[in-house]
């Protein structure tokens, strides 16, 4: 059962940096700035389930050493606050955007 789980996230973690890799060149090569946002938020979303899958994958992998701990904590905040930026800034991206096509 851990290694279905291992595997899972490995999996997770390698769509998740496949999307954010995406995203990112969409972003990059979007003339409009609205759109640049709203790629770009996504791409922080992705960012962010990147970062937690890191960490998860590392709380399956490394056990009881306290850098290991600090590593995983440090990964999940960054993460969960990736998401949250992300999720934010799209919301306000997609707002402008619907208000424009009105």
């Known amino acids: ?3 279905f789980i291992r ?3 490995f999996a997770l973690l390698v769509v998740s940096c496949i999307c954010a890799a995406l995203y990112s060149s969409r972003s990059r090569r979007a003339k409009d700035a609205r759109e640049r946002g709203l790629y ?3 791409t922080n979303i992705f960012m962010g389930l990147m970062l937690v899958m890191l960490a998860l ?3 399956f992998m490394f056990r009881g050493s306290t850098v290991a701990v600090i590593v995983e904590a440090v ?3 960054l993460g969960a606050f990736n998401i949250f930026a992300g999720i934010r800034n799209r919301g306000y991206f997609h707002r402008m955007k619907s ?3 009105n």
Do not use: S
Request: hydrophobic letters at 80%; zero cysteines; proline letters at 0%.
């Open 57 to 59: 994958i590392a709380m």
């Open 75 to 77: 990964f999940l905040v």
């Open 99 to 101: 208000k424009d096509a």
């Open 40 to 42: 770009g938020a996504v």
């Open 7 to 9: 595997y899972l996230l």
């Open 1 to 3: 059962m851990v290694l």
